[in-house]
């Protein structure tokens, strides 16, 4: 583990440690270390293949936020589906933050599917804001092509939640669907199945993608939820 530390404090740069802590407000500035993203990913290619790996996994919560990143990207690269899968339940309580969250995309997820759709269902009924957050994620990343089913749109349709991260993870979910699968998707919005906030969002990024037709994007756009005692879009987070 002091291989590991060394080696970070090694690749630290301040002007990045100052931008991240802008880009992610909920991590205290003092423990980050500010190591790029792509050389933690380097770092881990090294760090997975040492023995020191596996304490490093099994010593939570970090104290340092650059940790958590190299963490994910570790777990990433475990060919092992069940080990794997022991490391993420491990690693994901101690989550804090929508970047690493979305940093933790384990490679071998995609030979193992089937096992993995059960997996995401327990996640998703968690009420661990980024255990959701990486779920709805993992929906998006693995179950929204050749192995998509109705049944999963609908089952992020019932997620209710207060977090922004959550429903902002939700939209962005609903966006790609409307990219990838718009026929199948596409009730979700005109049935008016998400709420409000998180509907227009997902409409709004859905308008943003250069894989939604023009014309599709008049028909969403005419979609949007008015609020109509201010007479514009309803917006419950306030948020970017």
């Not at 740069?13 to 100052?18: A, C, I, N, Q, V």
């Not at 009420?127 to 990486?134: A, E, L």
Request: charged residues 30%; aromatic residues 14%; hydrophobic residues 35%.
């Amino acid at each position: 583990q002091e291989r590991i530390l060394e080696a970070l404090f090694f690749f630290f740069f301040t002007g990045y440690r100052d931008f991240q802590s802008k880009r992610i407000p909920s991590v205290d500035k003092d423990s980050i270390i500010g190591v790029r993203t792509p050389k933690l990913r380097e770092l881990a290619k090294v760090f997975a293949k040492d023995r020191e790996a596996e304490e490093f996994l099994n010593t939570l919560p970090h104290k340092y936020f650059d940790e958590n990143p190299l963490h994910a990207f570790i777990i990433s690269l475990d060919k092992d589906y069940a080990h794997c899968i022991e490391a993420v339940d491990r690693f994901l309580p101690y989550v804090d933050n929508w970047a690493t969250c979305d940093q933790l995309s384990p490679k071998i997820f995609r030979k193992h599917r089937s096992e993995l759709i059960d997996r995401i269902k327990q996640w998703i009924s968690t009420d661990s804001t980024y255990s959701v957050r990486f779920a709805v994620g993992m929906l998006m990343e693995h179950f929204l092509n050749e192995d998509f089913s109705p049944e999963y749109p609908e089952l992020v349709s019932t997620i209710r939640s207060d977090e922004y991260y959550v429903n902002m993870m939700i939209a962005w979910y609903f966006a790609t669907g409307l990219a990838k699968q718009y026929e199948s998707i596409l009730p979700f919005i005109t049935e008016k199945r998400l709420d409000p906030w998180t509907h227009n969002k997902a409409i709004q990024k859905a308008t943003e993608s250069r894989r939604i037709t023009a014309e599709q994007k008049e028909f969403l756009r005419q979609h949007r939820i008015v609020d109509k005692k201010s007479n514009s879009t309803s917006d419950k987070c306030g948020k970017p």
